[in-house]
């Protein structure tokens, strides 16, 4: 798994499809090639402060290294975005939302995250 850390990387999933839950939103695109997934954080700072937006992405990346590794799926690139409700929903909730999220993802025209 790597990292999303170009922003034209980040818009490039913000034409996939988007995954709203109650402590982040989960965009998905697929990519071209089959090379490995990619992932990226965000959070604005509308969410609070800096130790506020750093707790919420720690939460969320941990979330997304526990996550099935069936769940992420190669050749595609993922965006989390955080929300503020992460710094106070439990921790399962927002691993089961994840998981729900994933699979909502793939689930549009048969399974291309692409082609909304």
Sequence with gaps: MERLRQRADFLAAATGTKVPAA?????ARKRAD????????????????AVERNRVRRRLREIVRLAPSDGLRSGHDY???????????????????FRGALRRAHAGRNGDTGSR
């Design 23 to 27: 402590a982040f939103v989960l965009q």
């Design 34 to 49: 089959e090379g490995p997934v990619r992932i990226g954080f965000t959070v604005s700072k509308k969410v609070g402060n």
């Design 79 to 97: 965006v989390v975005i955080g929300r503020r409700a992460a710094l106070t929903v439990p921790f399962e909730r927002i691993a089961h939302d």
